[in-house]
């Protein structure tokens, strides 16, 4: 099977002009064929503030009303997005923006309410990825925004880490996936102020030793267990890393 | 050569939410390849004004300085593009929202000031329609929102009557194109306030005539010499109308 990278970055390094520009330098370099799945928090609640409209985050995870899914699809969909698309095709790459409801890639269902209503939130259902492996076997790169539909008319509002490990699992059957989680880190650290401390090697036994622990806490809890499941579903090789690092393959590898 | 269908809709059709479903439903109906060009000025102007940035328009154009660029990138490439992609996706087409950017669509300059500094508006260069076809002719109905690039990273806002056109013109050489301008009125009017005064068949020497008597006037000239150009580059039928009569065929033609 040809490979397949597939780039998660979110944080600071996308919504940053400068960072922004190493990272797609970065991704210039990667060979054959590939994917980017963003994210784009910061500016979404900066772009809320400033429209007047108050960001709820539980743990994590932000609370979506109907404002606050004009605000994301408005962001995510549009000017983090496109920013992105812009700047590969600078760099000579036919990059192609995408949500979910595009192509039909990712339906979604609401999230039901249980002790948290995150209202316009999607848990993913399916992946369809019929018409973006037609495009990626052109050599077209992928950038997929953190959107879903409910195939009802409704965009909802996905976690980025949870859209790259569902493209990761379902790209699997017909490439062989790399999955690199970018972001600010080395990798996973057993100290968050100690960038030496990476942990090179995690496995699922390790993983909830350190959970329970508390050495891994907060988002990085949903993100290894999406990485986990992925590697599940058959995932070739899943790295935790910064962008710099893309190219050395170093950083937290679950195994 | 197959037909394709582009419908160019923008004014308030495309942002109430029910003339939107309404406009949906029509385009529905349309049989065989179609592809959806969009406008959203008076979400982007409204959005604009909620962030504190004040809208100028010279000519019915809109001046797009940097932090305008963010407002229509976000508008236009995210909510109002992704809202429609949703609700086609909702009645079985699957669509796909794109920009210029996208699969590097449509290459634009930045124009270049004169009497008046538009900012980032782009005057197309050049159409690039090749993974488009490919799009085209896996049932894929593209969505087109009103954003160009330069090819260097930058995101320029261009007209969608523009856009439609320009579109329009160089699907020409594929296929038998039909071009629909659907806005409030069923046509262009004699009198303004005479829906009844539909010009059924509209040349360009009697385009020329009402022009200097000014029976038509303010945007519709640039929207007419757009057309103009597209049926002089091979297009097969022009029809200025709205969304009701896609299906009748009623309205007034460029002959």
């Known amino acids: 099977m040809?490979?397949?990278?597939?780039?998660?970055?979110?944080?600071?390094?996308?919504?940053?002009?400068?960072?922004?520009?190493?990272?797609?330098d970065q991704f210039d370099h990667i060979s054959g064929n590939k994917l980017l799945v963003h994210g784009g928090g910061r500016t979404a609640t900066e772009v809320a503030k400033k429209l007047g409209i108050e960001t709820k985050m539980v743990e994590g995870r932000r609370i979506t009303d109907a404002d606050m899914l004009e605000v994301v699809t408005m962001v995510y969909g549009g000017l983090v997005n496109k920013r992105i698309v812009a700047g590969l095709q600078s760099r000579g790459m036919n990059a192609i923006g995408l949500t979910g409801a595009d192509l039909d890639l990712i339906k979604a269902h609401k999230r039901p309410v249980k002790d948290i209503d995150y209202g316009f939130v999607g848990d993913v259902?399916?992946?369809?990825?019929?018409?973006?492996?037609?495009?990626?076997?052109?050599n077209v790169v992928p950038v997929i925004a953190p959107l879903t539909h409910d195939g009802k008319g409704h965009l909802l509002n996905t976690n980025a880490d949870t859209i790259a490990s569902e493209l990761a699992s379902e790209l699997s059957n017909y490439y062989s996936v790399y999955l690199f989680y970018c972001f600010e880190k080395r990798?996973?650290?057993?100290?968050?102020?100690?960038?030496?401390?990476?942990?090179?090697?995690?496995?699922?036994?390790l993983f909830n030793q350190y959970k329970n622990e508390g050495v891994i806490?907060?988002?990085?809890?949903?993100?290894?267990?999406?990485?986990?499941?992925?590697?599940?579903?058959?995932?070739?090789?899943?790295?935790?890393?910064?962008?710099?690092?893309?190219?050395?393959?170093?950083?937290?590898?679950?195994?």
Not at 125 to 138: G, H, K, M, S, W
Not at 220 to 226: A, C, D, Q, T
Not at 232 to 245: A, D, Q, S, Y
């Open 2 to 24: 040809d490979r397949l990278t597939i780039i998660k970055v979110g944080g600071k390094v996308v919504e940053e002009p400068e960072s922004l520009n190493a990272l797609l």
């Open 125 to 138: 259902d399916d992946v369809n990825p019929a018409e973006l492996r037609l495009l990626i076997n052109e």
């Open 187 to 205: 990798g996973v650290l057993v100290d968050p102020d100690d960038e030496s401390s990476v942990i090179y090697d995690l496995d699922l036994a």
């Open 217 to 255: 806490s907060d988002g990085m809890i949903p993100k290894l267990e999406n990485g986990f499941r992925a590697k599940m579903k058959g995932v070739k090789e899943i790295l935790i890393t910064n962008p710099e690092n893309i190219a050395t393959g170093r950083g937290t590898r679950l195994v």
